[in-house]
């Protein structure tokens, strides 16, 4: 277990880098250190082996304050891995692990492994995948290879603290998952408590227990994983606007960031219509995030095409496709109006929402385009609606039930002329939409 109580260190005192931090990394537990460069993460793992010193405060490992340990007592219980991976003769890699061992030593002069240090050795270059260089120079070894003999080195002491100042510095994405996996591994298993600087905040959501989030040396919390309630505390942090979104797989969230780039230069909008054999074809300049539901539906995914068809065909299998008599109908906030519209004039119409209303004698396919800032949960919110809705008009109007083949609901939401306010009120004038477009096909089909 690792503990800080009101450390302030870091060369002199007048210049502290770190201040008054307080947090604990429990036994077993994979802490992540993270935050913008220079906020003082680094210095923390200096602070704890002793590289730069105390003002103030108490570090405390397995319940004993680090004044109290001597160094190879120290090295016995906690090994580190830095980001310096330059060594000053040319050893070869074996030689490098080897030196893991020194701490079990009991000369001050290096003396040869015993039995016991050579398995030691050889398990540890296993685990890192380094056996097979073994007998290479440590200097003609790439970057990511350099780290993971260091890491080697590391394990070789067999601590039960790691403390790790950026693992997967120089390491392509297979080297970093297998990396971490092991990290994992070893948590899981031996106990081993782990404390690493990490800067891919995706990569600490999958594999830390708990974050730190430090920023110009102070800490602004600890943190099970990346909530939503969150996202505010380390946009400020980084100072640059953070979304948390659940993971497909696992239970954590991940980090996105939205480049300021597409708000400065966000594309004009554009919907032009194609006539093809059997039907049309919308196509919008640039994708729209969507969720479609339905028979034929995909989740949430980014569409730019939706095509309307007299009958379901091969051809377009992997396209949003509405299959029925196409009917338009819009809604403009400016003019608070529903009104239809003629596929030939819509690329000349102004509307805030956007209603494909294709209905057949078996089936029925419905696509709304919203002008919009809005979460995923309320796009599900709308097609859970807009599906109890059907249900609805299906019993008033003493109809069978038709099926419902797809819906889809996207968003623009990028250079939008829309004022803030009018976000909801677009939201809210979906259903009142489709119910429009609903009852004028009951009347018209009467016809």
């Avoid at 696992?250 to 400065?264: G, I, S």
Wanted: with cysteine; aromatic share 8%; charged share 20%.
């Amino acid at each position: 277990m690792i503990s800080l109580q009101n450390v302030t260190g870091g060369y002199t005192k007048q210049t502290a880098i770190v201040r008054d931090l307080s947090f604990t990394v429990d036994k077993a537990q994979f802490f992540a250190l993270l935050g913008p460069n220079g906020s003082g993460k680094t210095t923390i793992i200096r602070l704890i082996m002793g590289a730069l010193p105390l003002h103030s405060g108490e570090i405390w490992i397995n319940g004993k304050s680090i004044n109290q340990y001597k160094t190879k007592e120290l090295a016995k219980t906690v090994a580190v891995m830095t980001q310096e991976n330059e060594v000053g003769l040319d050893f070869t890699v074996q030689e490098i692990v080897n030196l893991g061992r020194y701490p079990h030593q009991s000369s001050i002069l290096f003396k040869e492994n015993n039995e016991y240090d050579e398995a030691v050795v050889e398990r540890v270059m296993e685990q890192t995948n380094v056996s097979y260089m073994r007998d290479q120079p440590f200097s003609s070894l790439s970057g990511g290879e350099k780290q993971r003999v260091l890491l080697a080195k590391a394990l070789a002491q067999e601590p039960s603290i790691l403390l790790l100042d950026e693992p997967t510095n120089h390491l392509d994405v297979r080297h970093t998952i297998e990396l971490l996996d092991l990290l994992k591994q070893l948590q899981l298993e031996n106990e081993l408590t782990i404390l690493a600087i990490l800067h891919d905040l995706n990569v600490a959501s999958l594999y830390a227990d708990q974050v730190g989030l430090l920023c110009c040396g102070d800490l602004q919390g600890t943190y099970d994983g990346f909530q939503k309630q969150d996202e505010k505390s380390f946009s400020a942090a980084y100072g640059v606007n953070m979304h948390f979104q659940a993971h497909p797989y696992l239970a954590k969230n991940q980090v996105f960031v939205r480049p300021q780039y597409t708000e400065k230069h966000a594309a004009k909008l554009v919907l032009a219509i194609d006539k093809q054999n059997n039907g049309l074809k919308l196509n919008f300049t640039k994708p729209l995030r969507t969720l479609s539901v339905g028979d034929y539906g995909k989740g949430i995914t980014w569409e730019r095409e939706w095509h309307i068809q007299k009958f379901r065909s091969e051809e377009f299998k992997h396209q949003l496709v509405l299959v029925g008599a196409l009917k338009i109908f819009a809604y403009d906030v400016e003019k608070d109006e529903c009104f239809s519209v003629h596929p030939d004039e819509l690329e000349q119409t102004n509307w805030h929402l956007l209603l494909l209303f294709c209905p057949n004698k078996e089936s029925l396919s419905i696509s709304i385009v919203a002008k919009a800032k809005l979460p995923d949960v309320e796009l599900m919110n709308m097609a859970l609606q807009i599906a109890s809705m059907i249900t609805k008009l299906d019993i008033e109007f003493h109809q069978r039930k038709q099926s419902l083949e797809l819906l889809t609901i996207s968003l623009l939401d990028e250079g939008l002329s829309v004022p803030n306010t009018n976000h909801m009120k677009i939201s809210q004038m979906v259903l009142p939409l489709f119910q429009i477009a609903w009852e004028m096909e009951q009347v018209q089909s009467k016809v």
